[in-house]
């Protein structure tokens, strides 16, 4: 008898899901609701425009120019790293997105780190804050959210090097020190060496772990295009994950609103034959039709016990919830049957 939605929330089990951001993620969630003082994210194309830095750009050497902003940082760079204009421009981009501020109404950032278990991994490659703060502010309802990984640096996110640890930026996590010093955001597009950072490092070695470990089976990359200028990080996501025919078992997601043959040619080599799910928005990827049982349905759905289960509903969340009350309501009944599975398994 195939299982019912009611079913699907009672059933909790193992795996983990590695969700992986780039911009678009971010632009979407401010299309969906504006960032609360009304600014905009940028793209590296009008990324000038929308972070003010025309005035700074208008005196750079013609040599030094390009359309985009990552080339040009990295031409300035390549030119003399120490210039004022560098430190200008860094000064700018802090100051820009560290101001930024979730609306009240729930984002698709909420969304987000509620559909996820601590066995999960959400690693974004985006400066914004929104990702810190919906996990700072759904953590009032419930502590059992997903790791993170900050693989570009964050505004919000500081490294302490006494320590080894990171938290808000600009804050001491002890009286006696342990500062957290606010992340590098920019680098050269031509020496993107993330060991050189130690803070960088350990964000990428977290989600090389996540994504080599055998308990993960699903990977979704939601609005990152893995661009030519990062080459590091597409190599780097590549060697950790092992290539498509290693991981014969696992499923691959894109959510993304180009086409579909497009974003499925530039991820070829992690897909393995048929196994990926492609979706133009969040609310038709995995997270939105089955919040906090992602792994749940792929083993149900994949490796059925008996051919009926294949057929097991889904338990969508609504895309129109207005209020992070609502929200919370809505996800209590999958909090309270993982606070039965804990207890049972811990017996």
């Known amino acids: 008898m195939p299982l019912t939605k009611e079913d699907r929330i009672n059933t909790v089990m193992g795996g983990g899901h590695v969700v992986i951001l780039g911009a678009g993620a971010s632009i979407a969630s401010t299309f969906r609701n504006p960032e609360m003082n009304g600014k905009q994210l940028p793209s590296m194309d009008n990324f000038i425009e929308i972070v003010g830095l025309q005035d700074i750009v208008s005196t750079i050497p013609e040599k030094l120019q390009a359309e985009n902003f990552e080339q040009l940082y990295s031409n300035l760079h390549e030119d003399n790293p120490e210039s004022d204009e560098i430190r200008e421009i860094e000064s700018r981009v802090q100051e820009y997105f560290g101001d930024m501020k979730l609306p009240e109404a729930p984002t698709i950032y909420d969304h987000l780190v509620l559909s996820l278990r601590p066995r999960d991994l959400i690693a974004t490659f985006n400066w914004d804050p929104f990702l810190y703060q919906a996990f700072c502010r759904n953590s009032e309802f419930t502590k059992d959210l997903p790791l993170m990984s900050f693989l570009h640096g964050n505004v919000s996110i500081g490294y302490s090097s006494e320590d080894k640890r990171c938290g808000p930026a600009g804050m001491y996590m002890r009286r006696d020190g342990g500062y957290f010093e606010p992340t590098k955001l920019l680098y050269p597009v031509k020496q993107k060496n993330y060991n050189d950072d130690e803070f960088i490092s350990m964000e990428w070695d977290r989600l090389k772990y996540w994504l080599k470990d055998d308990s993960t089976k699903l990977v979704t990359v939601f609005g990152y295009g893995a661009p030519g200028t990062d080459v590091e990080a597409v190599t780097l996501l590549d060697e ?78 609504p895309s129109d919830i207005s209020t992070l009350e609502e929200l919370w309501d809505w996800h209590k009944p999958l909090i309270e049957a993982e606070k039965i599975w804990k207890e049972k398994n811990e017996k």
Do not use: C
């Not at 499925?264 to 080599?269: E, Y």
């Not at 897909?271 to 995995?286: E, G, Q, R, V």
């Not at 049982?293 to 759905?301: G, L, N, P």
């Open 240 to 317: 950790a994950y092992g290539g498509k025919d290693a991981r014969n078992m696992e499923q691959f997601e894109i959510v993304d609103i180009q086409d579909e043959d497009t974003v499925v040619k530039r991820w070829d080599k992690f897909i393995h034959s048929h196994h990926y799910d492609y979706a133009t928005d969040y609310f038709s990827s995995s997270l939105a039709l089955n919040p906090r049982r992602t792994s749940e349905s792929y083993f149900q759905h994949i490796l059925p016990m008996t051919p009926d289960e294949a057929f097991s509903e889904s338990n969508p969340i």
